[in-house]
């Protein structure tokens, strides 16, 4: 009996410690799997970009230069008017942020109707435009409406705001002041993704103008560098799954694993002992 206990034990220890290992192709970044030659090393990969569309939520930095104070600093409200005289707007730029003053307080926020409210302008549609689009929008408008032909005027967001959550070291919400960004610099920014982190089902959930989308992506895997999820959106919500591995409890590494071993064995050969004395 006490043979038999021994070797099913033995069995046991074997299976766990070959399931307990985590292989490096499941930890490894953009990986050519499938060894396909368009994606060789020093080949040159077209990346898949998508111009960004804005909505509900977003905040733009809006500013509108001319030669003429005047023309431009009625569509600021009071406070980017007050702050911005006598620096950037005294020489027809507008400074929309009002220096270092918070986007959050002073940015244009589009609301939930996807609308963007500039003074003496009013109320704009801008959910559904890129920031170019906007621009020329408002440049239009300001022509038409106000008789500036004298007006260039600059939209673009305050940076590119996402959250990420799961097996990551450094989780929650994350602010790239950059006009573009990738989902690696995301994972890089959140620093890195941990040992028991799925790297292959990566979810990324996304906003639409008509709902949300939840995308799977495997950051182990060359092909993601031609995918247009490759490059976040502001909004995004990446969630990191663990692995299986984590309902065994086992260590991360193999040392860890071996130690966890050798302590089952310990106490197992301790019982063992009590029971034939």
Same mark, same amino acid.
Not at 53 to 66: G, K
Not at 92 to 101: D, E, I, L, S
Not at 121 to 125: K, P, Q, S
């Given at each position: 009996m006490i043979k038999l206990f021994k070797q099913l034990l033995l069995l046991v220890v074997?299976?766990?410690?070959?399931?307990?290992?985590?292989?490096?192709?499941?930890?490894i970044y953009i990986q050519n799997k499938e060894d396909v030659a368009e994606l060789g090393l020093d080949t040159l990969i077209e990346l898949s970009r998508q111009d960004?569309?804005?909505?509900? $939520?977003? *905040?733009? /930095? *809006?500013?509108?230069?001319?030669?003429?104070?005047?023309a431009v600093e009625k569509f600021y409200p009071l406070l980017l008017r007050t702050n911005a005289l006598g620096s950037n707007m005294a020489?027809?730029?507008?400074?929309?942020?009002?220096?270092?003053?918070?986007l959050y307080f002073t940015g244009y926020n589009v609301d939930k109707d996807g609308n963007v409210e500039i003074n003496a302008?009013?109320?704009?549609?801008a959910a559904g435009l890129t920031t170019e689009e906007l621009k020329y929008k408002l440049e239009d408008l300001i022509r038409e409406q106000e008789g500036v032909n004298d007006i260039l005027v600059n939209v673009k967001l305050d940076g590119i705001r996402y959250t990420i959550f799961g097996e990551v070291n450094a989780p929650g919400p994350q602010t790239l002041q950059q006009y573009e960004a990738n989902l690696i610099e995301a994972i890089a920014t959140s620093g890195d993704l941990t /040992? $028991?982190?799925?790297?292959?089902?990566?979810?990324i959930i996304r906003q639409y103008p008509d709902g949300v989308r939840i995308?799977?992506?495997?950051?182990?895997?060359?092909? /993601?560098?031609?995918?247009?999820l490759y490059f976040l959106q502001p909004n995004d919500i990446i969630y990191v799954p663990p692995l299986k591995i984590r309902e065994l409890g086992t260590g991360e590494s193999a040392l860890?694993?071996?130690?966890? *071993?050798?302590?089952?064995?310990?106490?197992?050969?301790? *019982?063992?002992?009590?029971?034939?004395?």
């Open positions: 074997i299976v766990a410690a070959a399931s307990s290992c985590i292989p490096n192709e499941k930890v960004y569309r804005l909505q509900p $939520n977003d *905040i733009l /930095l *809006i500013n509108f230069y001319s030669r003429e104070q005047t020489r027809g730029g507008g400074g929309g942020n009002g220096g270092q003053q918070n302008l009013g109320r704009i549609e /040992l $028991n982190a799925n790297r292959a089902h990566v979810q995308h799977e992506v495997d950051v182990t895997e060359r092909k /993601l560098l031609q995918s247009p860890q694993t071996f130690a966890a *071993i050798v302590g089952v064995v310990s106490g197992t050969a301790l *019982i063992i002992s009590i029971i034939n004395n």
